[in-house]
């Protein structure tokens, strides 16, 4: 099956359900309306702007239908669709349309403005803005175009953090099976109602969307976040299923509509991107919510493991067991010890490497099929997986390897600690040392979490700094920025 088809035989099996709803203008569209804009969209960009089979052509939009169109009309069309970050500058955005070649660049009259600049310094030959309300009228329907499972649907740029972005091959192959595991692993169906409030560009949303339009579920779609927005949104469409970030969690439990908000359909929460504090996940339990820790990373679909709702309670913190078609094995790492190994993962949700990077992608992806997550894991006598940190993040101090994921983990068990982020400092003695940076949520010091620690922890794995700050700077996907943070302590170091 080809990605591409999902919304259209969606749409020939039950063209009268409801698929979306857009929480910003109260529109509801059906599968079939969603179907016929994305074709009518399709044959413009194909008669007027020549987009054809392979073009790279990038999407600047907030969540909306229009995006919705884009990315169904890459599937009928062909072309290989680049959605940017909204929150990067034009200097940034300009070195993903470089090194993609990009054709045409679609946006939102909302980001009219934006790219503008951006094609003013970026070879983007076209230009259009997309017209939520215009496609649904007689255009003419778009001739589907033959792909073939390894044809490219999307390249997702990964955030950056760490140097150049790097574009992720994403193949039809790839999002249908992501689509196909999702839907059977959550055990998604018909019935099934999912609040987005995360942005569309990121790989996040791109599994939820396909997975329940698959089944013929339906999407309630936020512009943006706005935590009492996302409850009463949950309340009055019945939502049975959320998915977000450990921040956006933590927002939800902040809102004055909280302790009244009937949560009541939903069957379960997952949360991803970062460890789930453990207070924070108390917190639902406590409203009956079931939460679920996931994992996954752009190039495997942000979607690899799953578990039921009873073993989240019985393995807390466990990433669960590898998906449907899934394989993970855990690779040695020199010098790393106790059970700790490399994640890898092998299977047909896996990406074909990246745009234009032959060393990148052998790095990454080996000759026999595995993807080499860069994750370090271990897995218990059961079958179930944890992360134990990420392995550029690992600190040596003495020769010791110290994990920050544990660290953090430890921190976050505390009930003043509502955020936490440990990195690794330059020390004369042992090498390195590991540093925290703390959000509290109720008065606490330094020396009162050390102590809270020291009964957990080993002595060498105390943080040898502690600092507080009102929030922990983070990506445009909800992660911890380490290397800001890292930048911080150099700066004070005077380095």
Same mark, same amino acid.
């Given at each position: 099956m080809i990605a591409g088809d999902i919304l259209s035989e969606r749409a020939r099996l039950s063209p009268r359900d409801e698929a979306l709803l857009t929480v910003a203008d109260g529109r509801r569209f059906t599968y079939g309306e969603l179907d016929a804009?994305? !074709?009518?969209?399709?044959?413009?960009?194909?008669? +007027?702007?020549?987009?054809?089979? *392979?073009?790279?052509?990038?999407?600047?939009a907030e969540n909306g239908v229009a995006f919705l169109d884009a990315f169904f009309a890459a599937g009928r069309l062909g072309f290989i669709l680049i959605p940017l970050n909204t929150r990067c500058t034009a200097s940034e955005l300009a070195q993903v349309a470089r090194d993609c070649g990009m054709k045409?660049?679609?946006? =939102?009259? $909302?980001?009219?403005?934006?790219?503008?600049?951006?094609? !003013?310094?970026?070879?983007?030959?076209?230009?259009?803005?997309l017209d939520d309300r215009a496609y649904a009228g007689g255009e003419e329907i778009c001739a589907r175009t033959s792909c073939k499972p390894e044809d490219l649907y999307l390249l997702l740029y990964t955030s950056g953090t760490t140097g150049t972005p790097k574009g992720v091959m994403i193949p039809h192959r790839m999002v249908a099976w992501n689509a196909y595991n999702t839907a059977a692993s959550w055990q998604l169906s018909a019935t099934d109602v999912s609040s987005i409030c995360t942005p569309l560009y990121h790989a996040g949303a791109c599994v939820s969307m396909p997975a329940l339009f698959l089944l013929g579920g339906r999407i309630v779609l936020?512009?943006?976040?706005?935590?009492s927005a996302v409850l009463r949104a949950i %309340? &009055? %469409?019945?939502?049975?299923?959320?998915? *977000?970030?450990?921040?956006?969690?933590?927002?939800?439990? $902040?809102?004055?509509?909280w302790p009244a908000a009937d949560l009541s359909s939903l069957r379960w929460c997952i949360s991803g991107g970062a460890p789930l504090p453990a207070p924070l996940a108390e917190l639902y339990r406590q409203r009956g919510l079931i939460m679920k820790q996931g994992y996954g990373l752009? #190039?495997? +679909?942000?979607? &690899?493991?799953?578990? =039921?709702?009873?073993? !989240? #309670?019985?393995?807390? *913190? =466990?990433?669960?067991k590898p998906m449907l078609f899934t394989q993970a094995k855990l690779a040695p790492v020199p010098g790393v010890a106790d059970g700790v190994g490399e994640l890898c993962l092998r299977g047909p949700h896996v990406a074909s490497g990246y745009w234009n990077r032959p060393e990148a992608t052998a790095q990454t992806f080996d000759t026999e099929g595995w993807l080499h997550t860069g994750d370090l894991a271990r897995?218990?006598? %059961? +079958?179930?997986?944890?992360?134990?940190? $990420?392995?550029?993040?690992?600190?040596? =101090?003495?020769g010791v390897n110290i994990y920050p994921a544990e660290i953090e983990t430890a921190l976050l068990d505390h009930p003043a600690v509502a955020a936490a982020a440990v990195v690794g400092v330059p020390d004369a003695q042992w090498g390195e040392v590991p540093a925290a940076f703390l959000v509290a949520r109720a008065p606490v010091t330094a020396e009162e979490v050390t102590v809270f620690l020291g009964q957990r922890l080993a002595r060498y794995k105390l943080p040898?700094?502690?600092?507080?700050?009102?929030?922990?700077? $983070?990506?445009?996907? *909800?992660?911890?920025?380490?290397?800001?943070?890292?930048?911080?302590?150099?700066?004070?170091? +005077?380095?």
């Open positions: 804009r994305a !074709s009518h969209l399709a044959q413009l960009l194909r008669t +007027g702007l020549e987009i054809a089979k *392979g073009d790279r052509v990038g999407i600047l045409a660049l679609l946006h =939102s009259e $909302r980001y009219a403005a934006a790219a503008a600049d951006l094609c !003013s310094v970026a070879p983007i030959a076209l230009r259009l803005q936020h512009d943006g976040f706005d935590a %309340e &009055c %469409e019945r939502c049975t299923f959320f998915f *977000g970030v450990p921040t956006i969690f933590e927002m939800l439990t $902040r809102a004055p509509d752009t #190039e495997a +679909g942000v979607n &690899c493991f799953a578990m =039921s709702a009873g073993e !989240s #309670e019985r393995k807390k *913190g =466990s990433i669960g897995v218990d006598d %059961e +079958g179930f997986y944890w992360i134990a940190g $990420r392995l550029k993040e690992m600190l040596i =101090s003495g040898r700094r502690i600092e507080f700050l009102a929030e922990l700077p $983070r990506t445009s996907s *909800g992660k911890i920025a380490k290397k800001e943070l890292q930048e911080r302590l150099a700066r004070s170091n +005077g380095a």
